[in-house]
């Protein structure tokens, strides 16, 4: 006897002989068949194919830039090759212009305003001043530090190292280079020495350290903002060291 | 000798099952074990097909009459597991990017720069003090770390302040500088990003979502002028899952009560706007084609207005499909579809397999689809009205399915839900119908809007009381997990027999 649907006329339910209703537990039909097993074989393919494709379309890109994008940046160079795996690995890039300009002083064969490449040496500011004359104190110098655009680098006399004019880098507009203190004006942060950031107002031993830490695995700081990265300085700290550090 | 439609298709079902369990460990474990579980099912599978050929050689395509056979075992289990064991490596595909993903690798603690677009509104987690913290899922946009910057890859989770954060809506682009954290649950996240400042603006919002914002913004207050604050609350919620205004007190009740699926946005209120479309249209005397084109707009603008997130969405296609099945009058196609459409959404979001709501709302809409139709008209036989044998027999179907599930993830017991399903179930058409009529008018003429939501004043004092009182009343309580699990069930199970005894 046919059950009861939703297309009889409303009367029918009323009058007509009540049927049997239906069996306790109703006949379960569980075999796909052939066909059944073959479209299921189909979906299982293309669930891997969707998923793959899902994952390769959220594939994470690393790229290496230049500095993070602030509104007074110039328009950044363009971003190298992306490596692959970690980017811890990948090679920096340097945001600053093409060339430095250098002063170097002193007892030097041609003491005044070099030029040199980006992400040259002190070596090769003191080449391209044409080298240290004799009695030169090198030993205060680290010939290897890396200079950024406006360095001084002051060649004083070795044999008057202990007690009067030694060598030193100093950078940007800092003062004479008659002792190596610290600068007057904004702290360096690629340059600075771990004693000199630890002078900074609210920058202790610990930070200081983790400073120089960053530094030494991630290259050059590019931007201001990277101090965020830094354990230690939050927003306010680093508002407060926005006008005496630069990069 | 029994017709085609007393037949129960469950030809899914087994693939079903084993997909969802092979997500569950999968999502749990690495993936490795994913590619060995694939490994294992495909040989089983295999095995089962060598059982199925060794006993028939001869395969021909089912009838109704056959009875239970080895060898129609055999197929049902080996399409079941060849299924489960392609799933697995998509599983294992997905587990795999997730753990080469340069953001694991960053390890914890890391201090990022993120450009994170929100998919989802940031939802109040608790409250410290002055501060609410909020919670909100985005996609991930850049990272900066280090002077590097890693593009795209996933979705992440921020624990934010709520200054800045809570009125933001989905489709924002943010810029915010977080620590990085493991992600602390299993639904591949790529990582936890604690966020103490509020987040820099990059763009506006696309402009659905700002319209979206505003109309749910501008009901929220026509509710808020026209209704007493408690219920006031309660409508924006019922209709488009605006959660917001909610009261915690009525929160509690509504779970004690057994009512929360009702303010989850549901395939129910999905339905019952379809439906209402759909009569709308067919008194109208549209054509098939203008019908089928009302209902998509339909559909589309429920989802644009109750947040297109992930949850919206499950509950959008578990809402229609088995609706359209049961509609059209295919009523033995609707498990098959339920299934189809669970195994789709499995593919593409496995994560949701370890989702509470959309178990919970499988559950209820299987319930549905299995033995509430038959019920109700078991109870119409027997000349009970024709709404209140379709309000038992939906909300007793629900609770014998999502009792068990309930039982496990909350640790309470209430039978007595069926009693409070029952009793606001008719209030429910209503008061969503003329929500939803409310929220429409709402740009368009705001005094409609206004009377239109005094309409819903009486029916929404009625839930709130009777989930109130039914919170007072004390439930059972039971461990919850597994234990739970299983006393659900079988409280679940004698109701079942008791019910077809009668």
């Not at chain 2, 996609?139 to 890859?153: C, E, F, K, P, T």
């Not at chain 2, 969503?432 to 003429?445: E, P, S, Y």
Request: hydrophobic share 50%; glycine share 10%; charged share 15%.
């Amino acid at each position: 006897m046919a059950a009861l649907n939703d297309n009889q006329p409303p009367w029918y339910s009323e009058s007509a002989p009540r049927p049997l209703p239906r069996r306790a537990f109703p006949r379960l039909r569980f075999d796909p068949g052939r066909r059944g097993v073959a479209a299921m074989i189909v979906l299982s393919i293309s669930a891997v194919l969707v998923s793959e494709c899902m994952v390769q379309c959220d594939r994470p890109e690393p790229h290496s830039v230049p500095a993070l994008p602030q509104p007074h940046q110039p328009g950044g160079t363009a971003a190298r090759e992306p490596g692959g795996g970690p980017p811890a690995q990948i090679a920096r890039t340097v945001a600053a212009p093409q060339e430095l300009i250098v002063s170097v002083v002193g007892l030097v064969q041609h003491p005044g305003l070099v030029h040199v490449a980006a992400g040259a040496r002190v070596t090769d500011a003191l080449a391209a001043a044409g080298g240290p004359v004799a009695g030169a104190d090198l030993l205060s110098l680290n010939l290897a530090q890396r200079l950024s655009d406006g360095d001084q680098i002051l060649l004083g006399a070795a044999a008057a190292a202990a007690t009067g004019v030694a060598s030193s880098v100093n950078s940007g507009s800092a003062g004479g280079g008659s002792r190596p203190a610290a600068p007057s004006g904004p702290v360096n942060l690629n340059t600075a020495t771990e004693q000199q950031l630890d002078a900074l107002p609210g920058v202790g031993p610990a930070t200081a350290a983790a400073i120089v830490a960053w530094r030494r695995s991630n290259g050059r700081f590019t931007d201001l903002d990277q101090l965020r990265e830094i354990q230690g300085i939050g927003p306010a700290k680093l508002a407060r060291l926005r006008p005496l550090v630069k990069v | 000798m029994t017709a085609p439609e007393q037949h129960l298709d469950v030809r899914l079902v087994p693939a079903v099952c084993c997909c969802w369990a092979v997500a569950i460990v999968g999502l749990s474990t690495s993936w490795p074990v994913c590619l060995a579980a694939a490994a294992v099912l495909l040989a089983v599978a295999l095995l089962a097909r060598r059982v199925d050929t060794a006993h028939s050689p001869v395969h021909v395509g089912n009838t109704a009459r056959r009875g239970v056979g080895v060898r129609r075992c055999g197929v049902a289990v080996s399409g079941a597991l060849l299924l489960a064991s392609g799933f697995s490596v998509s599983v294992a595909v997905r587990e795999h990017a997730l753990a080469a993903h340069p953001l694991a690798q960053l390890g914890d603690g890391a201090r990022v720069t993120v450009t994170v677009v929100l998919t989802d509104d940031p939802k109040p987690v608790r409250q410290r003090g002055h501060n609410r913290e909020a919670i909100v899922t985005g996609a991930l946009a850049s990272v900066y770390h280090g002077g590097n910057r890693i593009d795209g890859g996933g979705r992440v989770r921020l624990l934010v302040p709520g200054a800045g954060w809570l009125g933001l809506i989905p489709g924002q682009r943010v810029r915010a500088h977080a620590v990085l954290g493991h992600p602390r649950s299993h639904d591949f996240t790529v990582a936890l990003l604690r966020v103490t400042e509020p987040p820099e603006l990059i763009g506006p919002a696309p402009w659905w979502q700002r319209v979206a914002g505003a109309v749910r913004h501008r009901f929220a207050q026509i509710t808020n002028r026209a209704l007493w604050p408690d219920e006031a609350g309660l409508l924006p919620a019922l209709v488009i899952g605006d959660m917001s205004a909610e009261p915690d007190r009525v929160t509690a009740d509504f779970g004690a009560a057994g009512l929360t699926h009702l303010t989850a946005v549901s395939g129910e209120n999905l339905s019952i706007f379809v439906s209402v479309v759909e009569r709308l249209a067919g008194a109208a005397a549209l054509g098939r084609r203008m019908k089928i084109m009302a209902v998509l707009l339909a559909i589309g603008t429920f989802v644009v207005l109750a947040r297109p997130s992930p949850s919206v969405l499950r509950a959008a296609v578990m809402g229609v499909v088995p609706m359209l099945a049961l509609a059209t009058g295919r009523t033995r196609q609707a498990l098959p579809a339920l299934c189809g459409a669970v195994l789709v959404l499995l593919v593409l979001f496995p994560a949701l397999a370890l989702d509470r709501g959309f178990a919970l709302s499988v559950a209820a809409t299987a319930g549905l689809v299995v033995l509430a139709s038959d019920w109700e008209e078991r109870l119409k036989a027997r000349r009970w009205p024709a709404k209140l044998a379709e309000a038992v027999a939906v909300a007793f179907a629900a609770f014998v399915t999502t009792e068990p599930l309930v039982a496990a993830f909350s640790g309470r017991l209430s039978p007595i839900s069926i009693v409070t399903n029952c009793a606001v179930h008719i209030t429910i058409w209503g008061i969503t119908v003329v929500g939803l009529i409310a929220a429409a008018l709402t740009w368009v003429w705001t005094p409609a809007a206004v009377a239109a939501v005094h309409f819903t004043a009486l029916p929404l004092w009625w839930l709130l009381f009777v989930a109130h009182l039914s919170a007072k009343l004390p439930a059972v309580s039971v461990p919850s997990g597994f234990v739970g699990a299983v006393v659900g069930a079988t409280v679940a199970s004698i109701g079942l027999l008791a019910a077809r005894r009668r």
